[in-house]
C-alpha cells in the first residue's frame, strides 16, 4: 500500500534506493542471478526510522520459546513465512539483545550480522519478487526492554514473577526478530514453555497446554493479521477463568492475585463492554476475548494486545472500555505510520467518552466542555494531535484528549445518525488492514456529504487551542 499522504521526503529516499539495482541491470555487471537489492533497514517511519523493513512482508510468525522465571533466560527459536516484494539480495528482522546462535533461509544456514537493532541476513541466493520464503532464527539471552523516547520502557519487562509483555511502540524486537512496524501485519504460533505453577498468556486461541518434567506448555493461535507490537507472551502466576459469550466469543481472563478482588468486578462486565462496542462500531473483529491482569507496578499504562489486552493492575471501567475500543481501531485497523496515532487513542478514548454518556455518566459534550475551559498555556494544547512531531509525543495528553475532541467535533459537524455511520464504516472498510487519517476525513466527508477539512485541519494540524469550538 501507498498512501498518498505520504510526504514526499520519502518518496525521494525510495527512489534513491532502487538506483543501485537500476544501474547494475544497465551495467550488467551482474548475472540475472545475483541481481537484486537490500531491503531497506526500516519501514520508512520518520518517528521509528529502524522499525520494520523493507523488501518482504512476513506472512506468520511461528515462535517457540521458554522462559525460566528464575533466571530470566529466553530460549527462542522463530520460523517467519515471508514473501518476497523484491529481488532480495539481503534482508532486516528487527532484533535487540539476546545473543544470535543460527539463521536459515528455506533450510539453508544463511549469514548473519547484528547491527544495532537490525538482524541483517544474507541468504545464499538471491530471493526473488513473489518468493515464498522460510526463516529460522535460533536465539537466547535475558531480554531486556527498551526505553521509549517518552522514558517508559516497552518489550519484555521482568516481574516478580514472569514478565509483562508489551511491544507498543518498538519492543517486540527485545522478545523475537520480526518486521517489527505495523504496516506488517501477519498471523502467529506462539508456544511458550515455562516453570510449571506459572501460565503464559498469549494473543488469540489456546490451542494446547501440556506439562512435563516440571515444565508447562501453552500454546496459542492468532490466526487473523496481527501488527508485531500487540503480540504478547505474558509470564505469572495468574487465576485463569475461561468461557464462551452469547456472541460465541472464547474469552480467556489472567489474573494475578494480588489484582484479583479489584479486577473482578471490572472483567465481569467485560461480554457487555463488547456487546455495546459491537452495538456501535460493528462486530466484535475477532473470536478471542480477554485480558491478563498483571502485578507489574513500574509499568504506568495498559496495552490493546490483540485479543486479550494487557493491563499492569486491576483496571477501571473506562480502561477496560478504551482497551476493548482499541481492538476496533489500532488493532483491526492499523496504522501505517506512528504520526497517525490519533487513530488508535483518539478513537478509544472518545470510547471512553461515549460508555460514561450512555451508562449514567457525564454526557461526551460535558467531558470535551471540560477539557475545552483549560487555558490556552495548558499542556491539552502543546502540539497538535495529527502529527504529534515525534516518537516523544505518540502517548501524550494531545493524542488522547484533542484525538478525542477532534471526534466529538466531528460528530457535531454531521450529526449523531452519520457520525455512528462514519464510525461503523470505517471499522468495516478498513478491517484486518490498514487505515490513515486522510482515509478517514475522505470517508467522513463522503458519509455526511459535508466538507470537514476545516475542521481537521483546525482540530488536528493547527498549533494552539482552537477557537471556534
Ligand atoms: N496504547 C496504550 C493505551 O492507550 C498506551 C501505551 C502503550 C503506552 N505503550 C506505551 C503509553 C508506552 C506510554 C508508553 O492504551
Ligand atoms: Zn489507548
Known sequence: MTPAHRPPARRRTALLATVPVALAALVGATGPTAAGAPGAPGAGDPYFPLSGNGGYHVRHYDLTL?????????????????????????????????????????????????????????????????????????????????????????????????????????????????????????????????????????????????????????????????AAYLATATVGTFRVEQYTTPDGIHVYNAVDPREASAAAPVLKKLPSVLAWESGLFGPYPFRSAGSVVDHAPGVGYALETQTRPLYDSAPDISTLVHESAHQWFGDSVSLTAWKDIWLNEGFATYAEWLYAEQHGGDSAQKTFDALYARSAGDHLWAFPPGDPGSGRNIFDTPVYARGAMTLHEVRKAVGDADFFRILRAWAAAHREAHGTTAQFERLAERISGKRLDGLFRTWLFTEGKPKNA
Open 66 to 226: 521458554r522462559y525460566d522465571t528464575s533466571s530470566r533466560h529466553l530460549d527462542g527459536r522463530a520460523v517467519l513465512a515471508a514473501r518476497a516484494g523484491q529481488d532480495l539480495s539481503r534482508f532486516d528482522l528487527d532484533l535487540t539483545g539476546l545473543k544470535v546462535t543460527g539463521v536459515t533461509v528455506d533450510g539453508t544456514s544463511a549469514a548473519f550480522r547484528r547491527a544495532g537493532q537490525e538482524l541483517v541476513v544474507t541468504p545464499g541466493h538471491t530471493l526473488r519478487t513473489g518468493r515464498v520464503f522460510r526463516v529460522t532464527v535460533a536465539y537466547d539471552g535475558t531480554p531486556q526492554p527498551v526505553t521509549d523516547p517518552d522514558g517508559s520502557a516497552d518489550g519484555w519487562i521482568p516481574t516478580d514473577d514472569g514478565a509483562f509483555v508489551a511491544g507498543e511502540p518498538q519492543g517486540a524486537m527485545t522478545w523475537f526478530p520480526a518486521n517489527a512496524h505495523p504496516r506488517d501485519k501477519s498471523s502467529y504460533d506462539i508456544t511458550i514453555t515455562v516453570p510449571q505453577g506459572r501460565t503464559a498468556v498469549s494473543n488469540g486461541e489456546l490451542l494446547g497446554r501440556r506439562t512435563e518434567h516440571g515444565r508447562t506448555t501453552f500454546h496459542w493461535r492468532e490466526s487473523r493479521p496481527m
